[in-house]
């Protein structure tokens, strides 16, 4: 379960060159890849066509890797790579892209729907039975 990272775009990251077992979490907090920098992972090599955030190079590097590969998540604000043979859910985005801001607000937002439309129900439920 061992993958190699390199290329100019590490120290950004806070990642070392070399081999990685299993993971490895960047020390820099937000990175942003300058652009026109490189970072190769797993013999794969990413060239950021512009500035690039955090929570875009974790949605491009998953976009490339598949099953059975590398995949990359926003842990607490650093880059987190890890490689893994789970292959559940690959094809789903929001599972690709891990926990990152835009997955936990998805979820936190369907959440607070679905508990509005629950309580509008009820509250509705109640007035019929009340009124019956």
Excluded: C, W
């Excluded at 929570?55 to 880059?79: C, G």
């Excluded at 926990?99 to 309580?119: T, V």
């Amino acid at each position: 379960m061992s993958f190699e990272v390199g290329g100019n775009a590490l120290d950004k990251a806070g990642l070392k060159a070399g081999p990685v077992l299993n993971s490895s979490i960047g020390t820099v907090p937000n990175p942003v890849f300058d652009k026109d920098s490189e970072l190769t992972i797993a013999n794969r090599k990413f060239i950021f066509t512009e500035n690039t955030n955090l929570d875009s190079a974790v949605s491009m590097i998953n976009a490339d890797f598949k099953k059975h590969r590398v995949h990359a998540v926003n842990q607490n604000n650093q880059l987190r790579l890890f490689k893994s043979s789970d292959d559940r859910n690959l094809d789903d985005e929001i599972y690709r892209e891990g926990f990152e801001k835009r997955s936990r607000d998805y979820k936190i937002r369907s959440a607070l729907i679905g508990g509005f439309i629950g309580y509008i129900i009820g509250g509705v439920t109640l007035i019929v039975i009340n009124n019956n």
